[in-house]
Structure formats: C-alpha cells, structure tokens
C-alpha cells in the first residue's frame, strides 16, 4: 500500500518587507515617530513624553493582528458597518416581493452580487445548448458555470489521488501558460436529501394493482431514506477578467458573443480536463435557467425539492424555468456580526487557513459531513492562477526580502527560529519549482454552515469551527462580512477571492 500525498509548500499571500512589516507600515511607523525625535532633539521632554503614547498606541494599531486583521482594520471595518447600518444601506428587498418586477430575466441580487448580469450565450456543443454567461460589472469579469458530477475520493487508492491532484495541477499550470482564467472556484454543497428524484420514480413506477401493504411499506422506507440521506453537488466557476477577455472577444466579433465564444474555448479545455485525468464522470455547463436555481438553492436550501419536481415533470419539454429575478431571497436585512439572515434561513461562515504542517487529500471530510439532518454545508475552494511574469516578481520580492531579514539578524546577533527557516526554505522550493516549470497559485477557501431560523445558529457555527479544526485546519469566522462570507462559499458564481489593491 502506498503512503498518501502530503500537500504543503504554500506561504502567506502578502509577507512582510522587513520582520512581517510591509513598506507602507514602516514608513508610517517612523513618520508618528519623527515628533518623538524632534523633541528629544530639542530636549522638549513634556513633548517626547505626551507624544510617546501616541506613538506606541499607532504601532500596536498597525501592527498587532486581531483575528486575521490589524486592530486599525477593525475600527474602519467597524466605522464603516456603522455608517451603513445608520444610513439604511444594509436593507435589501427583491423586486419580486413588492410585485415591481420590471424584467424577470434580469439578475435582482443584494449586497456584492448587486452587478451581477446573466446572458444566454450562443449555441454551443453538440446539443447546441445555450451556457448562461454571467458579468459581473462591479469587478469587470466573466464567468460560466459548471455543474460537475464526481466519484469522489472516499474509495479511491492512494495512486488514484495522486492522478486526480496531479490532473488539477496541470489544469491550473495550463490556465497560469493561457493567462486568461483569473479564478477557477470549485464548490461543493452537502445537502439533506430531498427525496425528489426518488419520488418522481415511484410515481412512474407504482403499479396500480400492487398490495397496499407493500405500497405502505415501501413508503416508510423511502421517507426514512430520505431523512437519513444526503446529496453533494459539486459546482465548478470560471472567471476571466474583462481585461484579458476585451482583445480575443474584438477578433470573435465583439460584444457580448465575442466573448462568449471565447469563453467556449475555455470551456472546451476546462471540460477536457476534467473528464481525462480529474475522474469526472460528466460536465454539463449551466444554462440561464440552471444557474437560477443553483443560486436560489443557494439562498433557499428547501426550495431544491420543488424546483428539481417542476423539471423532472417537464420531462424534455420546452417549459420555463425559474426566473432570475426570483432567484434570490425576497429580502436580507442589516448582517449580523457573527452570522447572516436570508429569508427562513441562517448562515455562518467562516475561511479556512491552511496549516504549515500540510495536508492529505480529502483531510477536509469533516467539514463536508453535516451534524443533523436539515443541516447544510458549502465549502469552495478558489484558486488564481499567477501570470509567469508576475509569479518572478513575487517570489523574487520574497526571497530579497527572507535574505535581507536574514542577514539583519545575523549581524544584529540574533538567533535564527525554526519558523524562520521554514520560510525562507518555502521561498527556495517556490523559486525551484517556478523554475521547473510549474505555476504560483493563490488558494482561498471559504466553508459556510446553513439552518433554518428557528435553530440556534451559533450552535452550528461553533459545530463548523470544531469541524474544521477536528481536520487540522485553522478557522477564521468572518465577523462583520457574513454578507460576503456566505456568497464565497454558496454561491457559484467566482466571488469571493479578495484581490490586493491595484493588481489585476
């Protein structure tokens, strides 16, 4: 038997220039600090004395990390909820709900999938379906939807994972080489089963003339599956940002079909992809109807029943779906600090931070298995692949600035840390594998835990928290960005990576 795969070697996204510090942070650091010398200078000792304080207090505020964030951070983050909560931001209502519906075929989303616009592309495969093409104008990208069935790795040998890890590598190397794809976010739901499909077999099935009492029987049995079931649905998102997309779309004849047959390119390598050394068993692009309801089953995990009812009953025919201006909650009111309220439905969620020491494939079972029936769990993993001019300069900036703090130590006499070394030998297995040939990526993952109202919802939460710790990963609830949180991690739609200011 083979010994699993450790998967480690990654770093924090943003390291510091001089001991964890960016630039920015040293430069403000010592322009507080030019009073304080300009009064010792002067011997104004009452001046150096008031100023010092101030000066200590603005490096524990700029320095000093608060649960993933720096204190100053938390006091704008706390100022600006503040000022949107007094000034009626945060409300959201559909247009649905006050019956004002002015285009049902247009995208009506609160919070940051308020620029979100949805269009049917042109035919596209063998079937000639038409793949739902969503813009989203607040971050100027494109992206198309997958839904993807897989296996799944549960009962997979030790080879076997090793294939399908080594099939995602060259999926995202492939994408990093094309330098198109911005993000390639996959999702997977962990769902009560509905019993929907199983329902919709009995009623074809059932024979007129069977005994009552195996009727009887077979009814128990299936509402005690049903119970006792759950489903997982795997979504996978591509986004390519509108400034990597303008050219090619020009040359495929502009607008919105230009880059929709550009997208299809895309598409076609992505499928290929996951069908060959992936293990999928099938790809099946989401139209506008499709895409409807996974973000509606996003908002409203009950819904799914109905919805998946109303198309197995369509049986092939040329019937609307669901709308896309009913997609969405009829309303969401201001986001709590620890969680956020849609409709009857409560949500906490929370990133997942990678550990130092590695992980193994599938280490994040837990966190996918739901406590109690009713209970739902997302997790979605984004992953942006880095340009080979940009990763260079990255990983160069990184290793000038291991070497510099290295040789400060040193001379200054100080003892170098295991920690340290770590680092610094991450940063030379990066370099070495950028040299190799293989692509720098940058991992987020966000996991979200979904109830009903009426359940104690922080219960559930502190359920994920020990889920994911239970792992060996590191959770980070997201306070005072459930909003955001809950749209990285359920609904597919690629938003939710955060991006550093002025980098594309």
Known sequence: MSTPIRYGGWSKDRKGWLFGLSGATWVLIIAAGLPELVGIGVHRWMLAAGWLPVWALLIVLVTVPVRGRPAARWLRDVCLRAVGVVGGWSDWQSQAATGVMDDPARADLPGVLAGVQVYDGPAFGPLLSRPAIVANTADRSWAVVARITHPGIGLAEADTRARMGAGLADLLDAAATAELVSTVALSVRTVPDDGAERAAWHRSHRRVDAPTLA???????????????????????????????????????????????????????????????????????????????????????GDRALLRTMELEADGRNTPGLPLAAAGPSSAPVSERRFYAHDAWRTVSCTILLPDKGAVMGALAPVFTPAEAGERRCVTVFFEPISRHKADRLVGADSMSAGTAAEMRTRLGFRTRAAQRRDAAQVEGQDQRLAEGAALVRVAVAAAVTVPDAWSISDYGRRLESAITGAGFIPLRLDLAQDSGFVAACIPLGIGLPRRRGVR
């Open 215 to 301: 009727g009887a029987v077979n009814d128990e049995l299936a509402a005690i599956m049903t119970q006792a079931g759950i489903r997982h649905e795997a979504l996978l998102t591509v986004v390519v940002p509108e400034h990597r997309l303008a050219r090619p779309a020009r040359e495929a004849g502009g607008g919105v079909d230009g880059r929709a047959r550009v997208l299809y390119g895309v598409m076609g390598e992505i499928e290929a992809r996951l069908l060959g050394s992936l293990g999928s068993t099938s790809v099946q692009w989401l139209d506008t109807a499709g895409l409807a309801a996974a973000i509606r089953t996003g908002f409203a995990p």
